[in-house]
């Protein structure tokens, strides 16, 4: 188990929380005593399933904090990677229930705007919309825009599947305009190069960050989120799929590869 630090870098959240997301190909765990917080991350996705309940205990015990001793646990309900959500879930449900603490589930992409945000605030140069993207594999993205309203983010519309070249950034740039001060939109996630020749040009007029959803904006979004009576009980730790079908036929992924192939050919 890799030794974990408590974090005074940030401001630490009020009351104790846990909270991990394993939505993507990176584990992230986070814990928070209301003083200070300790950060832990490792192999997420499938991989997270054998590790993640060991990581979590450990760094409960480096914050002298019992499981019924905090006000919630937070997870990652997606949506991402289909093991990896099963696993957050049913990890959540069993913590929660045996430790009798609700559950907090939050939305992979807005823990990814929050994430977003908080570094783009450090670099003073925070702008008034962010569009959240994932890779959600199969030629295709997780996307969903945000405003930010008074340094919160709030969802513009539901998150959305698209394949690259199909992206729009139409409601989150009129947000922008609308805000009265000149437009000033942001792109956060993990797409940039995996998708860097499919993405439209608008993409590059806008401030880009590569980033993942992770516990340490989990954290910060964690109180309000109690407050505002989005914990629930353990039982209703349950994932967000966007994505009804989790796998392709062989036929399916030739087919794919055929229309990405002319896409490429024929980009008009």
């Not at 890779?135 to 945000?146: G, K, P, S, T, W």
């Not at 599947?161 to 729009?168: D, S």
């Given at each position: 188990m890799p030794?974990?630090?408590p974090s005074?870098?940030?401001?630490?959240p009020?009351?104790r929380?846990l909270?991990f997301?394993?939505?993507?190909d990176?584990?992230s765990?986070?814990?928070s005593?209301?003083?200070?917080?300790?950060?832990?991350?490792?192999?997420?996705?499938p991989?997270?399933?054998?590790?993640?309940?060991?990581?979590?205990?450990?760094?409960?015990?480096?914050a002298?904090?019992r499981?019924?001793?905090?006000?919630?646990?937070?997870?990652?309900?997606?949506?991402g990677?289909?093991?990896?959500?099963?696993?957050?879930?049913?990890?959540a449900?069993?913590?929660?229930?045996?430790?009798?603490?609700?559950?907090l589930?939050?939305d992979?992409l807005?823990?990814l705007a929050e994430a977003?945000?908080?570094?783009?605030?450090?670099?003073n140069?925070?702008?008034?919309?962010?569009?959240?993207?994932?890779?959600?594999?199969?030629?295709?993205?997780y996307?969903?825009?945000f405003?930010?309203?008074g340094?919160?983010?709030?969802?513009?519309a539901?998150?959305v599947?698209?394949?690259?070249e199909?992206?729009q950034?139409?409601?989150?740039l009129q947000a922008?305009?609308d805000?009265?001060?000149?437009?000033q939109?942001g792109?956060?996630?993990?797409?940039?190069?995996?998708?860097?020749?499919?993405?439209?040009?608008?993409?590059?007029?806008?401030?880009r960050?590569?980033a993942l959803?992770?516990?340490?904006?989990?954290?910060?979004?964690?109180?309000?989120?109690?407050?505002?009576?989005?914990a629930?009980?353990?039982?209703?730790a349950?994932?967000?799929?966007?994505?009804?079908?989790?796998?392709?036929?062989?036929?399916?992924?030739a087919?794919?590869?055929?229309?990405t192939?002319?896409?490429?050919?024929n980009?008009s």
């Amino acid at each position: 188990m890799p030794t974990t630090a408590p974090s005074t870098a940030l401001t630490p959240p009020v009351g104790r929380f846990l909270a991990f997301d394993t939505s993507t190909d990176r584990m992230s765990i986070g814990v928070s005593d209301g003083t200070q917080q300790w950060l832990h991350e490792g192999a997420g996705g499938p991989l997270s399933s054998t590790s993640l309940i060991p990581a979590i205990l450990q760094l409960l015990a480096d914050a002298g904090l019992r499981l019924d001793q905090l006000d919630a646990i937070a997870f990652g309900r997606g949506p991402g990677s289909f093991t990896g959500l099963r696993t957050a879930c049913a990890v959540a449900q069993g913590l929660a229930l045996g430790a009798g603490v609700p559950v907090l589930p939050m939305d992979s992409l807005l823990a990814l705007a929050e994430a977003a945000r908080f570094q783009w605030a450090l670099d003073n140069s925070t702008p008034q919309t962010i569009t959240a993207m994932l890779d959600a594999r199969m030629d295709e993205m997780y996307v969903q825009h945000f405003r930010l309203t008074g340094g919160v983010c709030q969802a513009l519309a539901p998150c959305v599947l698209v394949r690259p070249e199909a992206l729009q950034l139409n409601v989150a740039l009129q947000a922008a305009e609308d805000s009265g001060i000149e437009a000033q939109h942001g792109l956060a996630g993990n797409v940039f190069e995996v998708y860097a020749a499919r993405l439209p040009a608008l993409v590059t007029d806008c401030n880009r960050l590569t980033a993942l959803p992770g516990a340490a904006a989990m954290l910060r979004l964690a109180p309000a989120m109690l407050a505002a009576g989005a914990a629930v009980d353990a039982s209703q730790a349950l994932p967000l799929y966007i994505r009804d079908k989790v796998a392709l036929t062989t036929d399916e992924r030739a087919e794919v590869k055929r229309r990405t192939l002319l896409e490429q050919v024929n980009p008009s």
